[in-house]
């Protein structure tokens, strides 16, 4: 049965600290959780106090928080402090990264809403909404410590097959590995149509029940995070759900990254750095780990790449990294990957334009079903994933291909 959470907008709104926050960008063309569902800016941040005293370099981290800023709000709060003639401007839309630096954001609590809001993370806890005083980007770049450097514990396998499953989570990925009473969680994030609010009330707004595949499937599992890359759409879950977050055991990021998110007192002892690595459960059920090297650097290009394989037959789960930068990259074992051939694949980046080119042949000897392409895509207008042209290449491929990017729920799609 599904716990029922309270509607967050019915929770405290004295949880943002005053003073402010220090923030950093995630990403620069979000959609909202809450009303009024915009297009947004989001961030995350601590207190002042937290920033001031340095609590976010402790081992145990300190509180974060959620930051969705309406993009007009953003828009006007940079233009008014003179970062519109800088290379953080143009045309009317951010275009340069800046998430290496320092934001301060200044705000008012607001009586009633507004088209910014924050929340504290990882606990229950509600948008409070506010009215943006002032942004403003500080000459100083974020210094956060590395993550300790750590590789999942495998317990050995009992001639079981392995299962894997990916779910169908709007405009995010989550995927799940199960051999025996191991589960491996290869992303965890979500997006539009799914959003916070509906997924912690576990209801649609017209009151319907909201259909969660992935709980039932966690059910009392050792469980263990892979993360493919930064991005809060590819771990977001965790943040939302306080019993998976709870059940995982490590969660685990690409070796040499790190965020100001994952700096949160709730994950802090759990987040550790993942390299290339295999885990072999028996000869024919394992998971395999490529630490990417890209060509040029970016935030979907520092991930890992993951092969999945389920009583002999493999699946490529490569995040946002798409096929052309897997041959293109600087380890040769990628390059190989990504023309080898697959009896499934999550298609990189949600199906963007680019996830087009090279896409790997299907595999078809030993197959009881036809080879699978699943896109993980939501609703975001301007994403607009998944391209055509891009189910148009998976199917040329040999892939079946499975894609609902309207998805109102959480449905799961086994894939081997």
Not at 356 to 370: D, E, K, S
Not at 378 to 395: E, F, I, K, N
């Amino acid at each position: 049965m599904q716990r029922e959470v309270s509607d967050d907008r019915s929770l405290s709104p004295n949880t943002l600290p005053a003073g402010g926050f220090y923030a950093q960008l995630d990403k620069l063309q979000a959609i909202q959780d809450y009303l009024p569902q915009q297009e947004c800016v989001r961030l995350f941040g601590i207190s002042v106090k937290d920033f001031e005293n340095e609590n976010f370099l402790a081992d145990g981290g300190c509180q974060t928080y959620v930051i969705d800023i309406g993009i007009t709000d953003f828009l006007n709060a940079i233009h008014n402090h003179g970062w519109w003639n800088s290379d953080l401007a143009k045309n009317g839309y951010l275009v340069n990264r800046f998430d290496e630096f320092w934001i301060f954001i200044n705000f008012n609590s607001a009586p009633s809403p507004t088209s910014s809001y924050a929340y504290a993370a990882f606990i229950e806890s509600g948008p409070q909404y506010i009215d943006v005083r002032a942004i403003k980007l500080l000459n100083r770049k974020i210094q956060l410590p590395p993550l300790e450097s750590d590789k999942p514990l495998v317990k050995l396998g009992s001639g079981v097959a392995a299962k894997l499953s990916s779910f169908h989570v709007g405009q995010g990925m989550c995927s799940v590995y199960t051999y025996a009473e191991q589960q491996f969680l290869v992303d965890a994030g979500a997006g539009k149509p799914v959003t916070r609010e509906i997924y912690r009330r576990n209801r649609h707004q017209d009151g319907s029940p909201f259909q969660n595949d992935l709980r039932a499937c966690l059910n009392k599992k050792h469980l263990t995070a892979i993360i493919s890359h930064l991005d809060s759409d590819h771990w977001r879950l965790l943040e939302w759900d306080s019993s998976i977050c709870a059940q995982t055991t490590n969660i685990f990021f690409p070796i040499g990254t790190t965020s100001l998110a994952l700096r949160s007192s709730a994950i802090a002892k759990k987040v550790k750095a993942l390299d290339s690595c295999t885990l072999a459960f028996d000869y024919d059920n394992y998971l395999a780990f490529f630490r990417t090297k890209p060509s040029r650097s970016d935030k979907n290009g520092e991930g890992v790449v993951v092969v999945a394989v389920c009583d002999g037959l493999p699946a490529l789960l490569p995040g946002d990294y798409e096929y052309e930068r897997m041959l293109s990259d600087h380890d040769a074992d990628l390059c190989v990957l990504a023309s080898d051939y697959y009896a499934a694949v999550v298609v990189p980046h949600h199906g963007a334009a680019a996830s087009a080119l090279n896409v790997p042949p299907a595999i078809f000897w030993g197959m009881q079903h036809r080879p699978i392409a699943f896109f993980s895509a939501g609703t975001h207008a301007r994403y607009r994933h998944p391209r055509l042209v891009s189910v148009a290449a998976h199917v040329s491929s040999g892939f079946d291909v499975i894609v609902d990017n309207k998805c109102p729920d959480i449905v799961e799609q086994r894939l081997l």
